[in-house]
C-alpha cells in the first residue's frame, strides 16, 4: 500500500507540474512535460517495481513456510496412523499431542499472515486435532470458526455435517438438531437433501420424538418411490430401514424388527446385483 500511494503521489505531481490551468476563453494549448521531470518519472517507476518484487518474495516466503508446516504435519499423521494400529497407545498419546500443537502453529502462520484461503480449512484440521487429544469443546470451537470462513457451499455442508456428527456424539441433541436443520435447507440436490432427512430422523428417534422420525422417514420413502432404481436409491432404502429398526426398538416391537433386517438384507443383496450389472457393462464397453 504504501508503494503504491508514494506512486500515485510521483503521478499527481508530475501531471500537476506540467500542465498548467488554461486561461478563460483562451485555446487549449497542449504543454510537453518538462525534462527535467524525467528522473522524478525513473524514480516512481523503481519504486513501483520494487514494490512488486518486496510483495512477490514475502508471498513465496510464506508459502514454504505453509508447505514445510504441511510436510510436517503429514509426517505426524502418519507416525499417529502407524502408532493406532499397533496398538501402541503411548505413541499414539505422544503423536497426537505433537500434531495439535503443529496444527497451532500452521493456524497461527495463516491467521497472522491473512491467508484468508486456508483458513477454514486451518480450523478444521485443528479441531481434528483436538478430537484425537479428547478435546471436543474446543474442537466445536474451531470447526464454528471454520464454518465462519469457509466460503464454498459444498464446504460449509461437510461442516455442517461434522458438527452434526460431534453434537450427536456427546449427545447435545439440541444443538445436532439445529445444525441438521441448516444442513438441510443449504443442501444442494434432492439425495442430499434426503439424506439430511434420514440423519435427523435418525436423531429424532435419540430423543425419544418418534412422530417426528416417523414425518421425515415418511417423506423420504414418498420421494424414493418416485425414484428409478440405482445404488444411491437402494442405499437410502437401506438408510430407512435402519431408523425404522430403531422406531421399532424404541416401542420394544422385536417382530418389527426381525422384519425389518429381512427387509434389508434383501435391499443389500439387490444394491451387490446392481452393482455388479453395471461393473459387467462398464467393462464390455
Avoid at 493456524?107 to 486451518?122: F, G, P, Q, T
Avoid at 430401514?241 to 422385536?254: G, K, P, Q, T, Y
Wanted: aromatic share 4%.
Amino acid at each position: 500500500m504504501k508503494y503504491s500511494a508514494l506512486v500515485a503521489f510521483s503521478l499527481i505531481c508530475l501531471n500537476g507540474c506540467s500542465q498548467q490551468p488554461p486561461t478563460p476563453g483562451a485555446s487549449p494549448v497542449s504543454i510537453a512535460p518538462s525534462p527535467a521531470l524525467q528522473p522524478i518519472k525513473e524514480v516512481a517507476k523503481e519504486v513501483e517495481e520494487a514494490g512488486l518484487q518486496f510483495k512477490e518474495a514475502r508471498e513465496e516466503s510464506v508459502k514454504k513456510e505453509v508447505e514445510a508446516l504441511k510436510k510436517k504435519d503429514e509426517a505426524l499423521r502418519e507416525t499417529f496412523s502407524e502408532a493406532r494400529q499397533r496398538r501402541d497407545w503411548q505413541a499414539v498419546q505422544e503423536s497426537a499431542r505433537q500434531l495439535l500443537e503443529s496444527r497451532k502453529e500452521l493456524l497461527e502462520l495463516v491467521s497472522s499472515k491473512s491467508l484468508d484461503k486456508h483458513l477454514a480449512r486451518a480450523h478444521r484440521d485443528l479441531a481434528q486435532a483436538y478430537l484425537e487429544n479428547g478435546q471436543p469443546a474446543a474442537a466445536e470451537e474451531h470447526l464454528l470458526k471454520a464454518l465462519h470462513a469457509a466460503h464454498r457451499d459444498s464446504e460449509k455442508n461437510d461442516l455442517r455435517s461434522e458438527l452434526f456428527r460431534l453434537y450427536s456424539e456427546t449427545r447435545n441433541f439440541d444443538k445436532a438438531e439445529d445444525m441438521g436443520r441448516q444442513a438441510l435447507e443449504a443442501a444442494s440436490d434432492k439425495s442430499n437433501k434426503r439424506g439430511w432427512k434420514l440423519r435427523l430422523a435418525s436423531l429424532a428417534t435419540k430423543q425419544k420424538d418418534i412422530g417426528d422420525a416417523r414425518k421425515l422417514l415418511g417423506e423420504v420413502r414418498k420421494e424414493l418411490d418416485q425414484e428409478a432404481t440405482s445404488v444411491e436409491k437402494l442405499e437410502q432404502q437401506m438408510e430407512c430401514c435402519e431408523v425404522e429398526s430403531d422406531i421399532a426398538w424404541a416401542n420394544e416391537d422385536r417382530i418389527a424388527v426381525a422384519e425389518i433386517g429381512i427387509r434389508r438384507s434383501e435391499l443389500q443383496k439387490k444394491r451387490y446385483e446392481l452393482r455388479l450389472k453395471e461393473a459387467k457393462a462398464k467393462y464390455d464397453r
